[in-house]
């Protein structure tokens, strides 16, 4: 039976990225994220939920993440699910579910957000800046140069 474990999540971070290293090394990112979802009630109104998702980054990528993001920041999350189940020392049993982030991009603010920048290490443009739209105004004539009338098609450069 064929199965996936596959999650997509966009979002703000409910908290700002906690870095730390295992004793290998291996640097280890956890942070939460809220998503919202707008549904109508029977009754005609609009509703809205938010679920909160715990998440965790390894490796290079956690150590890109805690620098760039911080709390309220918008992000998208590309990863799996992962569920761990553990027993405390009073023989209480337990268990958790959290999303494992393989991978992450920048996502640009919702307009009026007041996306503007946040405090915190995260600063920097979103994305980069793109170059401002062409008028649409008709092009200028260029000068036409007067050259030598006895000039041949063949010495034309072009």
């Excluded at 990112?29 to 679920?51: D, S, V």
């Excluded at 390894?58 to 027993?87: I, M, N, T, V």
């Excluded at 957000?113 to 800046?129: E, H, I, K, L, T």
């Amino acid at each position: 039976m064929a199965s996936l474990n596959k999650v997509l999540l966009i979002g703000n971070l409910t908290r700002d990225p906690e870095l730390r290293y295992t004793p290998t090394g291996t640097a280890v990112c956890e942070f939460g994220i809220a998503t919202n979802r707008k549904f109508p009630t029977q009754g005609g109104e609009t509703r809205e939920e938010t679920c909160f998702v715990d998440v965790v980054v390894y490796g290079k990528r956690a150590e890109a993440f805690s620098k760039y993001f911080s709390k309220g920041r918008p992000a998208f999350l590309e990863g799996r699910l992962e569920f761990r189940q553990w027993e405390t020392p009073e023989k209480q049993k337990r268990s958790r579910l959290r999303v494992v982030a393989e991978d992450w991009q920048f996502v640009a603010p919702a307009p009026g957000s007041g996306g503007g920048p946040r405090p915190g290490p995260a600063r920097g443009p979103v994305r980069p800046a793109e170059p401002p739209p062409l008028e649409a105004s008709p092009p200028e004539e260029a000068p036409v140069e007067e050259g030598p009338l006895d000039a041949e098609p063949r010495d034309t450069p072009f």
